[in-house]
């Protein structure tokens, strides 16, 4: 987990100390703009997720402050072998979270965001150990509700000027780490 953390401080780092040393930064998001994620998310296991953005200032330094909102649900099916024994583990998670970002537009076609999310996430997930001709469990299924929270470093690359192309690094405690997709500006 300590890399993937370090991977993402990293990559936020560059995008932000890169965004103060750009020659030309763009003009901040108006205040109201908003903006609706689609991604699909990878690593651990596949998910899906939708989240907005509502420009909420656009007058610190270059940038834009937004607030919104994170939709998400992320499965992964673990498996590992021993001997003659094999054990499987099955996770899905359900993330609600509220978000913040900071944005620069390094280009009046290419955006970079970091920020923070936080919220409830309801997990459920099911083991089971299998050998010897049999299956046996120790824990058929169970369920909690936890805090999930999130460290965001994104870009978007607009091809025309209400869709961009959207990526997310997504430090999560339960979501996808990478994400791809479309945002929709409005």
């Known amino acids: 987990m300590k890399v993937k953390g370090l991977l993402v401080a ?71 072998h021993y001997a003659d024994w094999k054990y499987e583990r099955i996770y899905s998670n359900f993330s609600i979270m509220a978000r913040a970002t900071y944005g620069l ?12 999310a936080t919220g409830p996430c309801f997990r459920s997930w099911k083991y089971e150990w299998h050998g010897h001709d049999h299956a046996w469990y120790t824990d058929d299924k169970d369920k909690e509700t936890v805090l999930d929270w999130a460290g965001i470093a994104g870009c978007r690359f607009f091809v025309t000027d209400n869709l961009a192309l959207s990526a997310e690094l997504n430090y999560s405690a339960y979501m996808s780490y990478l994400n791809l997709g479309v945002s929709f500006k409005f």
Not at 37 to 48: C, I, R, T
Not at 105 to 116: L, P, Q, R, Y
Request: net charge negative.
């Open 105 to 116: 537009n390094i280009t009046d076609k290419f955006e970079v965001h970091a920020g923070a």
């Open 10 to 80: 990293a990559a936020a780092a560059m995008l932000c100390f890169g965004a103060q040393n750009a020659s030309a930064i763009e003009a901040p998001n108006h205040e109201g703009d908003f903006s609706l994620n689609a991604h699909v998310g990878f690593l651990p296991g596949v998910g899906a997720n939708i989240s907005g953005d509502y420009v909420l200032v656009n007058s610190w330094w270059k940038g834009h402050f937004t607030i919104g909102g994170f939709l998400g649900f992320n499965r992964d099916d673990d498996e590992y």
